[in-house]
């Protein structure tokens, strides 16, 4: 029955994805670095090349992260009958993100998305107020669209979330599931794959480089350019790339060195293995680290009782009444058919401790508790069980059985570390205003004096 929500395999075995380099092409620049293949971009010598620091790959020990993350929907309780409003939707967001740092959990990720019946149409406005009022949990996207927004601006509003979050954040980029969002944007559907990848590529070129001259496909091109802010301490946002059926998404994420996310939701247990299990193999294959060493990331679902039964008995109503689920499935088929655990704390416990031997270890666990119209009192509960029963004994029992060899969760301070070992973060600070609000031959007093930026002409 659920086989159907995912027949999208294919053969993964020798696929090379339009926009990245086939085997034995990859230039190598210095121990640890590969060349950028993002359109056609001009030397100019103000590069910082993508080294180990990308992928978030250190001896500085930060384990599992462990986390919660939402679509941003809008959905009738029904139970009530009632809707939220939109401004309850995200003051009632902000709650369920402070209650989870509260409880100490690791990361709140939200979705995006740009219609009704979902309200997170600006991510990082929403991550930005979440981040000001919260302690240390590390906030993120689930997912930030790739496809449709312009790299640049993506490139210019992590920086500055990244900043304002004094580190404290990440993304997830996606492709999105939302049809007419690509002509609302002014993007062509069918280019969807090549639009992921290409928009990528100068995404990782905007954080890497203080000026950068490129050409592709589908955007003007930039002369020039730099990017601002520059990343903080000079250390790109690290990067997850969320994909459930696009091999070519995930020989792109091990080409750089990025974290893969298959987010374990809507389909038969270990579904999701085949893809993963490809992308460790690339990752080895592109000299990151063994395939147990690559960055990977897993989502799921989860409704917590005190029993068994009466976590069954009261989630019950909200599946059945959810369009996506309730008209389908049944509940106790469900839960026994996917990753999604429904059942007392020991029983969420155990389930999701099979992720771990289905798909090696990993380095990221999300749960979404907040879906099928859930009241805001019910899943700030959910929070709070999650982060002090859950998620306390998973930690125990995740490392006890991880493989002495599996990296650590990425996080800026590591890869801060990785990058600099002992020695100051660059913090990059401005050559004046030359006229026309724009610096002289370099943007930054650190960058090669040598260099003359070339702007573009305006006649």
Not at 165 to 171: E, I, S, T, V, Y
Not at 195 to 207: D, G, K, T, V
Not at 339 to 365: H, M
Request: proline letters at 7%.
């Amino acid at each position: 029955m659920l086989l159907a929500l995912g027949r999208w395999m294919g053969t993964l075995v020798g696929t090379v994805p339009h926009g990245v380099v086939q085997d034995g092409t990859v230039p190598i620049l210095a121990e640890g670095c590969m060349a950028l293949p993002s359109g056609r971009s001009g030397g100019n010598g103000i590069h910082a090349q993508a080294c180990n620091v990308e992928q978030g790959m250190t001896t500085n020990s930060s384990g599992m992260q462990f986390g919660i993350f939402s679509v941003s929907d809008i959905s009738r309780n029904p139970v009530t009958g009632q809707t939220p409003s939109e401004a309850e939707r995200i003051e009632g967001m902000i709650q369920i993100a402070q209650r989870a740092d509260e409880v100490g959990l690791d990361v709140f990720a939200i979705g995006e998305h740009h219609n009704p019946p979902f309200f997170s149409s600006s991510p990082t406005t929403l991550l930005a107020a979440i981040a000001a009022t919260t302690k240390q949990i590390v906030v993120s996207t689930a997912t930030t669209l790739i496809t449709t927004n312009d790299p640049v601006k993506i490139a210019e509003d992590y920086a500055m979330l990244q900043h304002v979050a004094k580190g404290r954040m990440d993304l997830m980029l996606g492709r999105g599931n939302t049809v007419p969002v690509y002509p609302w944007f002014g993007k062509d559907i069918s280019q969807g794959l090549p639009l992921a990848l290409e928009n990528y590529n100068l995404l990782h070129q905007l954080w890497s480089e203080d000026v950068v001259d490129w050409e592709g496909s589908f955007r003007t091109p930039l002369q020039g350019f730099t990017s601002t802010p520059r990343p903080l301490d000079d250390v790109a946002p690290f990067i997850w790339h969320g994909s459930i059926r696009t091999p070519e998404i995930a020989e792109q994420a091990a080409y750089y060195g990025n974290g893969y996310f298959a987010n374990n939701i809507l389909a038969p247990s270990f579904h999701f293995k085949p893809l993963v299990d490809f992308y460790r193999q690339r990752f080895e294959h592109y000299g990151h680290g063994t395939k147990e060493q690559a960055i990977v990331g897993l989502g799921g679902q989860a409704f917590i009782g005190r029993t068994s039964q009466g976590a069954r008995d009261q989630y019950r109503p909200y599946f059945e009444g959810s369009p996506i689920y309730g008209h389908a499935y049944s509940l106790d088929d469900y839960i026994a058919q996917t990753p999604t655990s429904v059942g007392s704390v020991q029983e969420v416990i155990d389930k999701t401790l099979t992720f771990q031997e289905g798909f090696g270890d990993y380095q990221r666990q999300l749960w979404n508790l907040d879906a099928a119209g859930l009241p805001l009192e019910m899943v700030l509960e959910q929070v709070e069980i999650l982060g002090t029963e859950v998620v306390p004994v998973l930690r125990r029992e995740l490392a006890s059985r991880r493989s002495p060899g599996a990296a650590d969760a990425p996080t800026h301070a590591s890869r801060v570390l990785a990058k600099y070992g002992d020695a100051a973060a660059r913090q990059p600070r401005p050559n004046p205003n030359r006229g026309g609000n724009v610096t002289g031959t370099s943007p930054y007093q650190d960058s090669d004096a040598a260099y003359r930026v070339d702007y573009p002409e305006v006649f």
